[in-house]
Each structure stands twice: as C-alpha cells, then as structure tokens.
C-alpha cells in the first residue's frame, strides 16, 4: 500500500515553535518536518507551500457561536467579539502531494475598558479522501514549554498540548497570525508585553485537522481548579495546563465527531 506522507504542520503552529525555541535561548529550533518511511517527498518552507491567505472581514461582532469550514465553534459565552477568517491550502507532499483546503477564524476578548485579555485562533481542515497521511511525530519537550503527548501509540496521528511560559505576544502572533495581528491594529488594541499561550492539534490520517491557539495577558487569571502537577515546566502555570486538558479533550471530541461541534471550556479569568 502506498501512503501519502503529511510532512508539515499548519503554518501558524510551526511558526509558533520557531519563536517558543528562540525564546527558550536555543542556538538552533527543532527541525519540525522530516521525510519518514515510504512515500518519502520534499518538504517545502512554509511560505512555498501554502497558498496566499485571505484577509479576515473587517466586520465584528460578539456571540457565542461561529463557523470554522467543518467545526461548529461554540464559546462558554458571547464576549467574544469576532474579528474574521482566512483561507489557506495547507500542503502536503509524498506519493499523490496536493494541497488540503483550512479555515482560520480569530477571535478576541477584551475587558471593559477595552483593552486585550485573550485572543483565539482555531484552524481547520477537511480530510483528503483516499489520500492517506502520516503526521511527523513533533510532540517534543521543549524549553519554557509544558507538552503533552497524547497520541496513545498512533504512529500516523498527531495529538498535541502544548502550554508556555512568558512569551510576547506581539512577537508570537507576528509570527502565527499577522491577519489577525493587522486586524487587532486597525482596532486600536494594544497588546499586553507578556503572555501566555495554551496550543492544542489533532490531525488525523485521512488529514483532518484541528488546532486552537488561546493567546491569553500575562494577568489573566483561567479557572484555578487545578490539582497538584508535577514535573511541570518553570514558568507554566498550572491551572494554564489544567485548563489545556479540557481543551484537549474538546479538540480531540470534535475532530472524530460527525457533528464537528467544538466546545470551548469556560474561561472565567478578568
């Protein structure tokens, strides 16, 4: 049987461990994408291998649900104000190397003043039909970066949380959402000096796939029902990776579900 490998991640999250690794002091970033096995095929930088990315709508609006392509986005509540979407065609090489069509919407909370709290990105893509993908197992600890593995022995998957330490997020969204970042611009929202980010990606072998980066202020204070932790990295809140497990179990429920419901987990922080 000839399988067709998936040998790169979504732009957005790839860009986003560049600058995790950069931020950690590391002289060199993991290499991320590799050829394994049969089907071997080149891996193409990011920026060649994506197709142009629409600009998000220039309209906002605050409810509790939205349209990601296939995923029926659904928030604890309708304080979330909408900033837009963008298209790209994320692509794959191998055997039968073609393009995988996604969907990014962005999402922003603010306080009553205002100003930044949090912002959502959620992509996602369709499946490919009798293409079959291998994800290049990239789950890998890193520095200033709490990671959670939860692939379970699928060799041809990926299931990844990842939850950070202090990061800019200036810098982390010019690197992984600059649609977003020229829209929170024209907005006149300031972003805070420091954050943190809460990651989670699902992608599966018919290529499906699903990833939601929640970019919240060094100050915002998530649920802290968290129990005890242990070997967390330092710097990583524990209610943060508390409240990725349920993000994790959502992204993963979505992504095999015929629904395509996702279900945020409430975020009660000020």
């Known amino acids: 049987m000839n399988l067709a490998r998936f040998f790169r991640l979504a732009p957005l999250l790839v860009a986003g461990l560049y600058l995790l690794s950069s ?67 994320l692509a794959y090489t191998g055997d039968r190397p073609g393009e995988i069509p996604s969907v990014t919407r962005y999402l922003l909370l603010r306080d009553g003043a205002g100003q930044f709290r949090a912002a959502l990105v959620v992509s996602a893509s369709w499946g490919v039909g009798a293409v079959r993908m291998t994800w290049v197992q990239t789950c890998r600890p890193q520095q200033n970066v709490h990671v959670v ?20 997020p200036q810098r982390y969204l010019e690197l992984t959402a600059r649609d977003m970042l020229a829209e929170l611009g024209a907005r006149n929202v300031a972003l805070p000096r420091t954050g943190y980010v809460v990651m ?28 005890s932790q242990s070997n967390l990295t330092a710097g990583v809140k524990p209610e943060a990776v508390a409240w990725g497990g349920r993000l994790a179990e959502a992204v993963r429920s979505c992504t095999h579900s015929l629904s395509g419901a996702l279900l945020i987990p409430p975020v009660t922080g000020k």
């Open 200 to 227: 989670d990606e699902v992608g599966l072998e018919n290529g499906t796939y699903l990833a939601v980066q929640a970019i919240f202020a060094a100050d915002f204070k998530l649920p802290d029902d968290a129990s």
């Open 23 to 89: 931020l950690a002091g590391r002289s060199e970033t993991e290499k991320d994408l590799a050829a394994a096995g049969e089907g071997r095929g080149e891996v193409k930088l990011a920026a060649e291998s994506s197709t142009p990315a629409s600009m998000p709508n220039t309209s906002s609006d605050r409810r509790a649900e939205f349209d990601v392509g296939r995923v029926s986005l659904r928030m604890p509540d309708d304080t979330w104000e909408n900033v837009g979407t963008s298209r790209r065609g």
């Open 149 to 168: 593995d939860n692939t379970r022995g699928d060799v041809y998957g990926r299931d990844c949380l990842r939850v950070t330490g202090a990061v800019s």
